[in-house]
């Protein structure tokens, strides 16, 4: 006789992971069931609610971040940090992860009152305040916004509106040209 198969807890949430984020990015939140992502993943639905609690949890364990290499050092200036976050946000490839940044899959679901909430907290007291640190001079938190918006909105012209030029745009020339349009905002 065979013995029971055991389950892999770290696998089984890590797939569960993989799922939610894969079907956040395309569906958002409320466009999302469990039903459908533990279909994704193989396994019951009901392991959603063993290993997390509640979709909104597992909403949450989705939109958890790492905060990526370099970008926590103070002594970048801002063109580096924004091609840091360039790279990290806009340009790259999270296959796993439905193939979009968390700030981006949060965007989807911006229609509920506690997202939005942590959208602006991520964007405003995590990456703008950096950003704003590394400008020298009066108006610092206007550069840095005006950074963000740049940032943020070439994230949703590539994953949410899907424009003709941006997404399939050589990766260096755009870090090139974001880097000098960040440059004339160092003054």
């Known amino acids: 006789m065979n013995a029971p198969k055991r389950r892999?807890?770290?696998?089984t949430r890590s797939a569960l992971l993989d799922a939610a984020r894969r079907r956040f990015a395309e569906h958002g939140f409320d466009g999302t069931g469990v039903r459908e992502i533990a279909?994704?993943?193989?396994?019951d639905a009901t392991l959603i609610f063993r290993y997390f609690g509640s979709k909104k949890d597992l909403f949450d364990a989705a939109l958890t971040a790492e905060v990526p290499e370099g970008l926590g050092e103070k002594d970048a200036g801002p063109v580096e940090f924004a091609d840091a976050l360039l790279k990290e946000v806009v340009l790259g490839d999270r296959a796993g992860d439905g193939g979009e940044h968390p700030l981006l899959l949060m965007l989807r679901s911006a229609g509920r009152p506690e997202v939005r909430a942590r959208l602006h907290e991520e964007v405003c007291d995590r990456y703008l305040a950096d950003m704003a640190a590394r400008f020298d001079g009066e108006d610092a938190e206007l550069r840095a916004e005006l950074v963000g918006a740049l940032l943020l909105g070439m994230g949703v012209m590539r994953a949410v509106v899907g424009s003709p030029v941006l997404p399939d745009a050589d990766p260096e020339k755009v870090r090139a040209r974001v880097a000098?349009?960040?440059?004339a905002l160092e003054t």
């Open 8 to 11: 892999d807890r770290a696998a």
């Open 180 to 183: 000098a349009m960040v440059a």
């Open 39 to 43: 279909a994704d993943a193989g396994v």
